[in-house]
């Protein structure tokens, strides 16, 4: 059963960066992307970035693109994603999750993700 576990969430001024943390445990995870989703109150889950395990490829969205990159430590089993210039609407629940389903297409939607960690809130103070 794969396991995935997301730290680093925590509150941060407008502005300044965070790391997350996915550790993922129960899989040989070469064939995995691993997703960012993020969930603020009352809206829905939204895609914010993925990366495949094994290789170079990474894909994010346009509100983070430029601000957050991903990066994984295969020998840790571990994805990153670092935040920089952080804005109040960043402010949400961050999970991490993973699927075999490495297309583009597929990477960016909800739905082809087979395993999730429990959220990591991220406050952003204006």
């Known amino acids: 059963q794969v396991q995935l576990v997301e730290s680093g969430g925590t509150l941060v001024q407008t502005g300044g960066s965070l790391t997350l943390s996915c550790t993922a445990s129960?899989?040989?995870?070469?064939?995995?992307?691993v997703g960012w989703f993020r969930q603020a109150p009352g809206k829905e889950r939204e895609f914010v970035g993925a990366?495949?395990?094994?290789?170079?490829?990474?894909y994010y969205a346009d509100s983070v693109k430029g601000r957050f990159t991903n990066s994984r430590d295969i020998a840790q089993n571990t994805v990153s994603l670092q935040m920089n210039s952080l804005k109040p609407e960043d402010t949400a629940v961050y999970y991490c999750?993973?699927?075999?389903?490495?297309?583009?297409?597929?990477?960016?939607?909800?739905?082809?993700?087979?395993?999730w960690g429990q959220g990591t809130q991220v406050t952003v103070s204006s």
């Open positions: 990366i495949l395990y094994v290789g170079v490829a990474t």
């Open positions: 999750a993973a699927t075999t389903n490495i297309r583009l297409s597929a990477v960016t939607e909800r739905p082809s993700y087979d395993y």
């Open positions: 129960g899989g040989d995870f070469k064939s995995y992307a």
